[in-house]
Protein backbone atom coordinates (compact mmCIF):
# COMPACT_ATOMS: atom_id res chain seq x y z
CA UNK A 1 0.00 0.00 0.00
CA UNK A 2 1.26 3.50 -1.14
CA UNK A 3 0.62 5.67 1.82
CA UNK A 4 3.40 8.60 1.81
CA UNK A 5 3.95 10.88 -0.91
CA UNK A 6 6.17 13.36 -0.94
CA UNK A 7 5.66 16.69 -3.85
CA UNK A 8 6.29 19.96 -4.53
CA UNK A 9 4.06 22.47 -3.70
CA UNK A 10 4.07 25.63 -5.55
CA UNK A 11 1.38 27.50 -4.47
CA UNK A 12 -0.31 27.27 -7.32
CA UNK A 13 -3.71 26.06 -8.78
CA UNK A 14 -1.75 23.05 -9.89
CA UNK A 15 0.14 21.77 -7.09
CA UNK A 16 -2.26 22.60 -4.47
CA UNK A 17 -4.65 20.90 -5.89
CA UNK A 18 -2.37 17.81 -6.61
CA UNK A 19 -1.56 18.27 -2.55
CA UNK A 20 -5.18 17.90 -1.96
CA UNK A 21 -6.03 15.09 -3.61
CA UNK A 22 -3.57 12.65 -1.82
CA UNK A 23 -4.74 14.64 1.42
CA UNK A 24 -8.87 13.65 0.02
CA UNK A 25 -7.40 10.24 -0.64
CA UNK A 26 -5.75 9.45 2.70
CA UNK A 27 -2.18 9.64 1.58
CA UNK A 28 0.36 11.48 4.37
CA UNK A 29 1.60 14.38 2.65
CA UNK A 30 5.47 15.94 2.76
CA UNK A 31 5.41 18.82 0.94
CA UNK A 32 8.46 20.74 -0.53
CA UNK A 33 8.19 24.67 -1.27
CA UNK A 34 11.25 25.17 -3.59
CA UNK A 35 12.72 29.42 -3.74
CA UNK A 36 14.84 28.85 -7.20
CA UNK A 37 14.96 32.67 -8.21
CA UNK A 38 12.07 33.52 -9.78
CA UNK A 39 10.67 36.51 -10.12
CA UNK A 40 7.34 35.09 -9.00
CA UNK A 41 8.99 32.91 -5.43
CA UNK A 42 8.55 35.31 -3.26
CA UNK A 43 4.52 35.35 -3.61
CA UNK A 44 4.31 31.80 -4.72
CA UNK A 45 6.52 30.60 -1.85
CA UNK A 46 4.17 32.84 0.50
CA UNK A 47 0.66 31.16 -1.01
CA UNK A 48 2.59 28.04 -0.83
CA UNK A 49 3.31 28.31 3.25
CA UNK A 50 -0.23 29.46 3.93
CA UNK A 51 -1.66 26.51 2.24
CA UNK A 52 0.63 24.42 3.97
CA UNK A 53 -0.03 25.55 7.66
CA UNK A 54 -3.94 25.63 6.29
CA UNK A 55 -3.55 21.86 5.80
CA UNK A 56 -1.37 21.87 8.48
CA UNK A 57 1.20 19.96 6.73
CA UNK A 58 4.69 19.46 7.83
CA UNK A 59 6.69 21.09 4.58
CA UNK A 60 10.20 21.82 4.16
CA UNK A 61 11.30 25.25 2.83
CA UNK A 62 14.29 24.85 0.25
CA UNK A 63 16.00 27.84 -1.17
CA UNK A 64 18.08 27.02 -4.14
CA UNK A 65 20.49 29.65 -4.34
CA UNK A 66 22.48 28.38 -6.96
CA UNK A 67 19.70 28.49 -9.38
CA UNK A 68 20.10 31.86 -10.59
CA UNK A 69 23.96 31.50 -11.22
CA UNK A 70 23.43 28.60 -13.60
CA UNK A 71 20.41 28.94 -15.24
CA UNK A 72 18.70 31.27 -17.44
CA UNK A 73 15.73 32.46 -18.12
CA UNK A 74 13.12 35.31 -18.34
CA UNK A 75 11.66 33.50 -16.02
CA UNK A 76 14.63 34.38 -13.19
CA UNK A 77 15.31 37.65 -11.26
CA UNK A 78 17.95 39.69 -13.47
CA UNK A 79 16.37 38.04 -16.69
CA UNK A 80 14.15 39.73 -19.56
CA UNK A 81 10.57 40.70 -18.87
CA UNK A 82 8.10 38.01 -18.37
CA UNK A 83 5.91 37.84 -21.95
CA UNK A 84 1.91 38.04 -22.38
CA UNK A 85 -0.55 36.27 -23.87
CA UNK A 86 -0.99 32.37 -24.47
CA UNK A 87 0.99 29.34 -23.53
CA UNK A 88 0.95 28.44 -27.16
CA UNK A 89 2.59 31.18 -28.19
CA UNK A 90 6.38 30.62 -29.46
CA UNK A 91 7.61 33.72 -26.73
CA UNK A 92 6.95 31.28 -24.61
CA UNK A 93 10.07 29.70 -24.58
CA UNK A 94 11.40 33.10 -22.75
CA UNK A 95 10.29 31.40 -19.71
CA UNK A 96 11.68 28.11 -19.62
CA UNK A 97 13.87 27.31 -16.84
CA UNK A 98 16.32 24.64 -17.85
CA UNK A 99 16.19 21.52 -16.15
CA UNK A 100 13.50 22.88 -13.48
CA UNK A 101 11.47 19.83 -13.09
CA UNK A 102 14.42 17.14 -12.97
CA UNK A 103 16.22 19.47 -10.25
CA UNK A 104 13.05 19.37 -8.22
CA UNK A 105 12.43 16.02 -8.61
CA UNK A 106 15.69 14.91 -7.94
CA UNK A 107 15.42 16.72 -4.72
CA UNK A 108 12.01 15.18 -4.00
CA UNK A 109 13.47 11.60 -4.48
CA UNK A 110 16.46 11.96 -2.28
CA UNK A 111 13.93 13.43 0.52
CA UNK A 112 11.66 10.39 -0.12
CA UNK A 113 14.13 7.45 0.05
CA UNK A 114 15.42 9.61 3.18
CA UNK A 115 11.90 9.34 4.90
CA UNK A 116 11.04 6.15 3.47
CA UNK A 117 8.29 7.38 1.61
CA UNK A 118 6.18 5.46 -1.72
CA UNK A 119 5.81 8.26 -4.03
CA UNK A 120 6.85 11.88 -5.26
CA UNK A 121 4.09 13.38 -7.26
CA UNK A 122 4.35 16.42 -9.98
CA UNK A 123 1.64 18.76 -10.90
CA UNK A 124 2.59 19.28 -14.60
CA UNK A 125 -0.10 18.86 -17.20
CA UNK A 126 -0.98 18.80 -20.65
CA UNK A 127 -0.93 22.37 -20.75
CA UNK A 128 2.57 22.39 -20.24
CA UNK A 129 3.60 20.07 -22.79
CA UNK A 130 4.07 22.61 -25.49
CA UNK A 131 6.70 25.18 -24.21
CA UNK A 132 8.09 22.83 -21.22
CA UNK A 133 10.09 20.08 -22.77
CA UNK A 134 10.25 19.19 -19.20
CA UNK A 135 6.61 18.89 -18.68
CA UNK A 136 5.70 16.27 -21.41
CA UNK A 137 5.04 13.05 -21.10
CA UNK A 138 8.25 11.19 -22.76
CA UNK A 139 10.22 13.21 -19.85
CA UNK A 140 7.74 11.87 -17.23
CA UNK A 141 8.10 8.56 -18.51
CA UNK A 142 12.06 8.53 -18.26
CA UNK A 143 11.95 10.32 -15.27
CA UNK A 144 9.80 7.48 -13.37
CA UNK A 145 12.76 5.00 -14.99
CA UNK A 146 15.50 7.06 -13.49
CA UNK A 147 14.01 7.83 -9.86
CA UNK A 148 13.32 3.83 -9.62
CA UNK A 149 17.03 3.12 -10.56
CA UNK A 150 18.33 5.97 -8.27
CA UNK A 151 16.58 5.02 -5.62
CA UNK A 152 16.45 0.75 -6.21
CA UNK A 153 13.17 0.25 -7.23
CA UNK A 154 11.66 2.36 -3.93
CA UNK A 155 10.30 5.86 -4.86
CA UNK A 156 7.30 5.83 -7.93
CA UNK A 157 6.67 8.84 -9.38
CA UNK A 158 3.70 10.00 -10.56
CA UNK A 159 1.95 12.61 -12.32
CA UNK A 160 -1.65 12.42 -12.42
CA UNK A 161 -2.42 15.83 -14.21
CA UNK A 162 -0.09 15.02 -17.24
CA UNK A 163 -2.76 15.09 -19.90
CA UNK A 164 -5.31 16.85 -18.47
CA UNK A 165 -5.94 20.37 -18.96
CA UNK A 166 -5.89 23.18 -16.14
CA UNK A 167 -9.84 23.43 -16.27
CA UNK A 168 -9.93 19.69 -15.60
CA UNK A 169 -7.62 19.99 -12.81
CA UNK A 170 -9.65 23.00 -10.93
CA UNK A 171 -12.76 20.47 -11.82
CA UNK A 172 -10.98 17.72 -9.86
CA UNK A 173 -9.88 19.69 -7.00
CA UNK A 174 -13.65 21.25 -6.79
CA UNK A 175 -15.17 17.33 -6.37
CA UNK A 176 -13.04 16.29 -3.83
CA UNK A 177 -15.38 14.55 -1.18
CA UNK A 178 -13.52 15.10 2.14
CA UNK A 179 -11.56 18.33 1.69
CA UNK A 180 -11.71 21.89 0.41
CA UNK A 181 -9.05 23.29 -1.51
CA UNK A 182 -8.41 26.70 -0.80
CA UNK A 183 -7.88 28.11 -4.26
CA UNK A 184 -8.55 31.97 -2.76
CA UNK A 185 -4.66 31.41 -1.21
CA UNK A 186 -3.24 29.75 -4.52
CA UNK A 187 -0.70 32.25 -6.60
CA UNK A 188 -0.26 31.73 -10.22
CA UNK A 189 1.19 34.75 -11.89
CA UNK A 190 4.43 35.29 -13.22
CA UNK A 191 4.86 38.44 -12.51
CA UNK A 192 7.28 40.05 -9.49
CA UNK A 193 3.90 41.99 -7.98
CA UNK A 194 1.61 41.48 -4.93
CA UNK A 195 -1.43 41.66 -7.13
CA UNK A 196 -1.71 38.58 -9.97
CA UNK A 197 -1.20 40.66 -13.62
CA UNK A 198 -4.24 38.98 -15.32
CA UNK A 199 -2.25 39.12 -18.11
CA UNK A 200 0.49 36.63 -18.43
CA UNK A 201 -0.21 33.29 -19.92
CA UNK A 202 -0.24 32.03 -16.42
CA UNK A 203 -3.02 34.21 -15.11
CA UNK A 204 -4.91 33.57 -19.04
CA UNK A 205 -4.41 30.06 -18.18
CA UNK A 206 -6.16 30.19 -14.85
CA UNK A 207 -8.58 32.96 -15.60
CA UNK A 208 -9.94 30.47 -18.41
CA UNK A 209 -10.08 27.43 -15.97
CA UNK A 210 -12.28 29.00 -13.25
CA UNK A 211 -14.42 30.63 -16.37
CA UNK A 212 -14.82 26.83 -18.08
CA UNK A 213 -16.04 25.81 -14.38
CA UNK A 214 -18.07 28.30 -13.80
CA UNK A 215 -16.34 29.47 -11.00
CA UNK A 216 -15.36 32.57 -9.27
CA UNK A 217 -11.38 33.07 -8.66
CA UNK A 218 -11.39 35.02 -5.33
CA UNK A 219 -8.04 36.40 -5.56
CA UNK A 220 -7.63 40.05 -6.33
CA UNK A 221 -6.34 40.57 -10.22
CA UNK A 222 -4.27 43.97 -10.65
CA UNK A 223 -5.61 43.98 -14.35
CA UNK A 224 -8.68 42.00 -14.77
CA UNK A 225 -12.04 43.98 -13.37
CA UNK A 226 -14.40 41.36 -11.59
CA UNK A 227 -14.37 37.86 -11.11
CA UNK A 228 -14.94 35.35 -13.08
CA UNK A 229 -18.36 33.79 -12.15
CA UNK B 1 31.43 18.06 -32.83
CA UNK B 2 30.84 18.10 -29.45
CA UNK B 3 33.52 20.09 -27.39
CA UNK B 4 32.15 21.54 -23.92
CA UNK B 5 31.70 19.42 -21.28
CA UNK B 6 30.28 20.39 -18.33
CA UNK B 7 31.23 17.89 -14.68
CA UNK B 8 31.17 17.82 -11.30
CA UNK B 9 34.52 17.89 -9.85
CA UNK B 10 34.92 16.15 -6.47
CA UNK B 11 39.18 16.83 -5.83
CA UNK B 12 39.03 13.01 -6.27
CA UNK B 13 41.16 10.76 -8.24
CA UNK B 14 38.09 10.05 -10.57
CA UNK B 15 36.70 13.41 -11.64
CA UNK B 16 40.18 14.62 -11.88
CA UNK B 17 41.01 11.93 -14.03
CA UNK B 18 38.12 12.29 -16.07
CA UNK B 19 38.82 16.27 -16.55
CA UNK B 20 41.78 15.51 -17.26
CA UNK B 21 40.80 13.11 -20.02
CA UNK B 22 38.67 16.39 -21.35
CA UNK B 23 41.19 18.71 -21.18
CA UNK B 24 43.55 16.19 -22.91
CA UNK B 25 41.14 15.42 -25.88
CA UNK B 26 40.18 19.13 -26.95
CA UNK B 27 37.37 19.79 -24.67
CA UNK B 28 36.18 23.24 -22.85
CA UNK B 29 35.67 22.22 -19.64
CA UNK B 30 33.32 23.56 -17.22
CA UNK B 31 33.66 21.84 -13.88
CA UNK B 32 31.09 22.55 -10.94
CA UNK B 33 31.85 21.64 -7.46
CA UNK B 34 29.62 21.11 -5.15
CA UNK B 35 29.52 21.19 -1.11
CA UNK B 36 26.62 18.39 -0.63
CA UNK B 37 27.00 18.97 3.68
CA UNK B 38 29.43 15.56 3.53
CA UNK B 39 32.24 15.24 5.85
CA UNK B 40 34.47 15.47 3.58
CA UNK B 41 33.26 17.93 1.65
CA UNK B 42 35.56 20.84 3.19
CA UNK B 43 39.08 18.80 2.52
CA UNK B 44 37.75 17.22 -0.79
CA UNK B 45 36.33 21.11 -1.84
CA UNK B 46 39.32 22.64 -1.28
CA UNK B 47 41.19 19.94 -3.82
CA UNK B 48 38.90 20.66 -6.21
CA UNK B 49 39.10 24.34 -6.65
CA UNK B 50 43.37 23.71 -6.43
CA UNK B 51 43.05 21.32 -8.97
CA UNK B 52 40.72 24.12 -11.17
CA UNK B 53 43.01 26.33 -10.51
CA UNK B 54 45.76 24.88 -11.70
CA UNK B 55 44.55 24.05 -14.59
CA UNK B 56 43.10 27.74 -15.11
CA UNK B 57 39.14 26.38 -15.67
CA UNK B 58 36.51 28.43 -14.77
CA UNK B 59 34.24 26.68 -12.44
CA UNK B 60 31.53 27.51 -9.91
CA UNK B 61 30.98 26.36 -6.34
CA UNK B 62 27.69 25.10 -5.65
CA UNK B 63 26.81 24.56 -1.84
CA UNK B 64 23.54 22.45 -1.55
CA UNK B 65 22.89 23.71 1.86
CA UNK B 66 19.27 21.85 1.78
CA UNK B 67 21.29 18.32 1.59
CA UNK B 68 21.33 17.91 5.64
CA UNK B 69 17.57 18.44 5.94
CA UNK B 70 16.70 16.05 3.67
CA UNK B 71 19.20 13.33 3.02
CA UNK B 72 20.17 10.83 5.32
CA UNK B 73 23.44 9.18 5.77
CA UNK B 74 26.66 8.45 7.62
CA UNK B 75 28.39 10.28 4.81
CA UNK B 76 26.72 13.49 5.89
CA UNK B 77 27.55 15.83 9.04
CA UNK B 78 25.62 14.57 11.73
CA UNK B 79 25.25 11.43 10.54
CA UNK B 80 26.77 8.46 11.55
CA UNK B 81 30.66 7.19 11.69
CA UNK B 82 32.06 6.79 8.61
CA UNK B 83 32.58 2.63 8.67
CA UNK B 84 36.34 1.07 7.50
CA UNK B 85 37.04 -2.03 5.43
CA UNK B 86 36.23 -2.31 1.72
CA UNK B 87 33.14 -1.08 -0.53
CA UNK B 88 32.20 -4.87 -0.93
CA UNK B 89 31.26 -4.94 2.44
CA UNK B 90 27.71 -4.56 3.33
CA UNK B 91 28.23 -1.75 6.47
CA UNK B 92 29.34 0.83 2.84
CA UNK B 93 25.70 0.88 2.52
CA UNK B 94 25.65 3.37 5.58
CA UNK B 95 27.58 5.94 3.09
CA UNK B 96 24.76 5.99 0.60
CA UNK B 97 23.38 9.78 0.10
CA UNK B 98 20.18 9.21 -1.32
CA UNK B 99 20.06 11.34 -4.72
CA UNK B 100 23.20 12.64 -4.86
CA UNK B 101 24.41 11.55 -8.59
CA UNK B 102 20.68 12.24 -9.62
CA UNK B 103 21.05 15.69 -7.92
CA UNK B 104 24.00 16.29 -9.19
CA UNK B 105 23.11 15.17 -12.74
CA UNK B 106 20.14 17.93 -12.63
CA UNK B 107 21.72 20.70 -11.65
CA UNK B 108 24.81 19.70 -14.11
CA UNK B 109 22.45 19.31 -17.27
CA UNK B 110 20.66 22.77 -16.13
CA UNK B 111 24.01 24.82 -15.93
CA UNK B 112 25.20 23.15 -19.73
CA UNK B 113 21.84 23.97 -21.14
CA UNK B 114 22.56 27.21 -20.20
CA UNK B 115 25.88 27.87 -21.60
CA UNK B 116 25.05 25.78 -24.80
CA UNK B 117 27.46 23.13 -23.83
CA UNK B 118 26.98 19.36 -25.14
CA UNK B 119 27.90 17.25 -22.98
CA UNK B 120 27.59 16.63 -19.15
CA UNK B 121 30.06 13.96 -17.93
CA UNK B 122 30.23 11.35 -14.86
CA UNK B 123 33.31 10.09 -12.81
CA UNK B 124 31.03 7.05 -11.46
CA UNK B 125 33.19 3.69 -11.85
CA UNK B 126 32.71 -0.56 -11.57
CA UNK B 127 34.33 -0.43 -8.02
CA UNK B 128 30.93 2.11 -7.01
CA UNK B 129 28.50 -0.16 -8.63
CA UNK B 130 27.66 -2.59 -5.75
CA UNK B 131 27.07 -0.22 -3.08
CA UNK B 132 25.53 2.60 -4.77
CA UNK B 133 22.31 2.50 -7.13
CA UNK B 134 22.77 5.95 -8.83
CA UNK B 135 26.59 4.30 -10.36
CA UNK B 136 25.33 1.14 -11.86
CA UNK B 137 24.69 0.67 -15.62
CA UNK B 138 21.17 0.88 -15.44
CA UNK B 139 21.50 4.26 -13.45
CA UNK B 140 23.69 5.87 -16.60
CA UNK B 141 21.60 4.53 -19.29
CA UNK B 142 17.97 6.19 -17.98
CA UNK B 143 19.85 9.01 -16.92
CA UNK B 144 20.81 9.59 -20.22
CA UNK B 145 17.37 9.12 -21.55
CA UNK B 146 15.91 11.50 -18.79
CA UNK B 147 18.16 14.52 -19.63
CA UNK B 148 17.83 13.91 -23.35
CA UNK B 149 13.86 14.63 -23.08
CA UNK B 150 14.94 17.20 -20.02
CA UNK B 151 16.90 19.23 -22.39
CA UNK B 152 14.72 18.85 -25.85
CA UNK B 153 17.65 16.63 -27.05
CA UNK B 154 20.66 19.13 -26.23
CA UNK B 155 22.33 17.58 -23.95
CA UNK B 156 24.36 13.76 -23.66
CA UNK B 157 25.55 12.17 -20.49
CA UNK B 158 29.32 10.35 -20.40
CA UNK B 159 30.00 8.50 -18.10
CA UNK B 160 33.45 7.18 -19.56
CA UNK B 161 34.71 5.12 -16.91
CA UNK B 162 31.54 3.14 -16.24
CA UNK B 163 32.63 -0.16 -16.58
CA UNK B 164 36.36 0.24 -15.42
CA UNK B 165 37.83 0.30 -12.03
CA UNK B 166 39.80 3.15 -10.45
CA UNK B 167 43.06 1.22 -11.02
CA UNK B 168 42.35 1.61 -14.62
CA UNK B 169 40.85 5.21 -14.17
CA UNK B 170 44.48 5.99 -12.79
CA UNK B 171 46.49 4.24 -15.45
CA UNK B 172 44.29 6.27 -17.83
CA UNK B 173 45.19 9.61 -16.09
CA UNK B 174 48.94 8.57 -16.08
CA UNK B 175 48.82 8.04 -19.59
CA UNK B 176 47.36 11.50 -21.24
CA UNK B 177 49.06 12.50 -23.67
CA UNK B 178 49.38 16.70 -23.80
CA UNK B 179 48.63 17.15 -20.28
CA UNK B 180 49.76 15.83 -16.35
CA UNK B 181 47.06 15.26 -13.99
CA UNK B 182 47.88 16.65 -10.57
CA UNK B 183 47.22 13.73 -8.51
CA UNK B 184 49.17 15.25 -5.59
CA UNK B 185 46.66 17.80 -5.13
CA UNK B 186 44.06 15.19 -5.18
CA UNK B 187 41.73 14.10 -1.51
CA UNK B 188 39.97 10.70 -2.06
CA UNK B 189 39.53 10.12 1.89
CA UNK B 190 35.56 9.98 3.48
CA UNK B 191 36.61 11.00 6.95
CA UNK B 192 36.53 14.87 8.56
CA UNK B 193 40.17 15.12 8.95
CA UNK B 194 43.14 17.05 7.68
CA UNK B 195 45.18 14.11 6.65
CA UNK B 196 43.77 11.06 4.73
CA UNK B 197 42.67 8.34 7.20
CA UNK B 198 44.65 5.55 4.47
CA UNK B 199 41.35 2.84 6.41
CA UNK B 200 38.15 3.72 4.77
CA UNK B 201 36.98 2.21 1.63
CA UNK B 202 37.66 5.35 -0.30
CA UNK B 203 41.61 5.35 1.04
CA UNK B 204 41.52 1.68 0.76
CA UNK B 205 40.89 1.80 -2.95
CA UNK B 206 42.92 4.58 -3.91
CA UNK B 207 45.93 2.65 -2.18
CA UNK B 208 45.54 -0.48 -4.14
CA UNK B 209 45.30 1.65 -7.32
CA UNK B 210 48.52 3.40 -7.21
CA UNK B 211 50.12 0.01 -6.19
CA UNK B 212 48.32 -1.86 -9.13
CA UNK B 213 49.91 0.82 -11.03
CA UNK B 214 53.20 1.02 -9.74
CA UNK B 215 53.37 4.80 -8.70
CA UNK B 216 54.20 6.54 -5.60
CA UNK B 217 50.84 8.19 -4.05
CA UNK B 218 52.25 11.31 -3.04
CA UNK B 219 49.65 12.67 -0.74
CA UNK B 220 49.93 12.57 3.10
CA UNK B 221 48.64 9.84 5.21
CA UNK B 222 47.72 9.44 8.45
CA UNK B 223 47.47 5.98 9.27
CA UNK B 224 49.26 4.36 6.37
CA UNK B 225 53.12 4.45 6.46
CA UNK B 226 55.32 5.15 3.26
CA UNK B 227 54.33 5.09 -0.47
CA UNK B 228 52.89 3.26 -2.50
CA UNK B 229 56.01 2.62 -4.89
Known amino acids: MHNIVVLAMSGGLDSTTLCGWYIDHGYKVYPIIFDYGSKHNKYENQAAIKICDFWRLDYKFIKL ?9 NLM ?4 DIPEGHYKDANMKMTVVPGRNLIFASILASYAESIKADIIALGVHAGDHFVYPD ?5 ISVLKDVVKASTDGKINVEARFLNITKDQILKEGLS ?4 MVPYF ?9 EL ?7 CAERLEAFKINKKADLINYKNYKGHTS
Chains 1, 2 share one sequence.
Open 65 to 73: NFMKDIAKS
Open 77 to 80: IGGG
Open 135 to 139: CRPKF
Open 176 to 179: LRHI
Open 185 to 193: MTRTCYKDQ
Open 196 to 202: SCGKCAA
